[in-house]
C-alpha cells in the first residue's frame, strides 16, 4: 500500500460526534450584499450562512483533497479509487477518540470498563459512516459522476459493514436500526378530527403537503462545476 504523508495537524478536529468534522477550516460567517436604492440610500442584504452540514462537508472535502495532494506516490481525484477512501479512513484512526478494545483485551465486549487499559483510540464507525455520507455528496457536487463515485463503492461499503460489526463485539455496544414507528389508525383519526374542527367544520382539500417532512431528503445540490 502506497505510503501518506500525515496531513495538517489541525486533523484531531476529525469527523461527527468526534470532533465536528475533518480539518479546521476558518469559521462561517454571514455574507452581505450592498446596493443603492433610487433616492440613493444604500442597503445591505444579508445572505443566509451556510447550514452546518454545508460547512461540515466544505471542511471534510477540502481536507481529503488535501489528503491526496500530501499522499505518496501524488494522486489525483480521477485516479482515486474506492481501495483510496478505505486508505483514507484507516488514516483517521490515528486522529480517533474512540476506545477499541483488542481481543486479547480483559475488558474486551464490556461496555463499561472499571478501569483504563492500552487499547487504541479509534474513530467511531457512526463517525466514519457519517463523514462518507458527505464526502459521497461533495464529489458529485464538484462535478463527479455518480457511476465513478469512489466514495459509494462496495469495497467502501463492506470495510464501513466490518467495522461496525468489529467495534459492536469489542464495545459491547450493538449497533441496532431504529425502527419508525407507525402511528395508530386511532391517533390518525382523531389528528384529522382535530385538523377539520380547527378548519370549521370544511371538508377540507389542500395539497396534501403537511406532515413530518420529507423523508431521506438530500441537500440541495450546487452546480457542477469542473475539479
Not at 478505505?86 to 488514516?91: A, P, Q, R, S, T
Request: glycine share 14%; with cysteine; aromatic share 6%.
Amino acid at each position: 500500500m502506497d505510503s501518506t504523508s500525515r496531513v495538517e495537524q489541525s486533523d484531531p478536529n476529525i469527523v461527527g460526534s468526534e470532533g465536528g468534522g475533518v480539518g479546521g477550516g476558518a469559521g462561517e460567517g454571514t455574507s452581505s450584499v450592498s446596493g443603492a436604492t433610487e433616492g440613493g440610500q444604500s442597503t445591505t442584504v444579508s445572505a443566509a450562512p451556510p447550514s452546518r452540514y454545508e460547512s461540515q462537508k466544505r471542511r471534510d472535502w477540502n481536507t481529503f483533497l488535501q489528503y491526496l495532494r500530501n499522499h505518496k506516490p501524488p494522486l489525483t481525484l480521477a485516479r482515486c479509487s474506492g481501495a483510496h477512501v478505505i486508505e483514507f479512513l484507516k488514516y483517521l484512526d490515528q486522529f480517533g477518540k474512540t476506545k477499541v478494545h483488542v481481543t486479547g483485551c480483559p475488558y474486551f465486549g464490556h461496555p463499561n470498563p472499571p478501569a483504563p487499559c492500552a487499547c487504541p483510540l479509534k474513530q467511531a464507525w457512526g463517525s466514519l459512516d457519517a463523514l462518507i455520507g458527505r464526502l459521497r455528496a461533495a464529489y458529485e457536487e464538484n462535478g463527479g459522476k455518480p457511476e465513478s463515485n469512489p466514495f459509494g463503492a462496495k469495497a467502501v461499503r463492506i470495510y464501513l459493514r466490518e467495522v461496525r460489526e468489529s467495534q459492536a463485539k469489542a464495545r459491547g455496544i450493538p449497533y441496532e436500526k431504529k425502527k419508525r414507528k407507525r402511528p395508530s389508525t386511532s391517533s390518525s383519526v382523531a389528528t384529522a378530527g382535530s385538523a377539520i374542527m380547527a378548519e370549521g367544520g370544511g371538508s377540507g382539500g389542500g395539497d396534501g403537503s403537511g406532515g413530518d417532512g420529507v423523508i431521506g431528503q438530500q441537500p440541495p445540490t450546487a452546480p457542477n462545476t469542473t475539479v
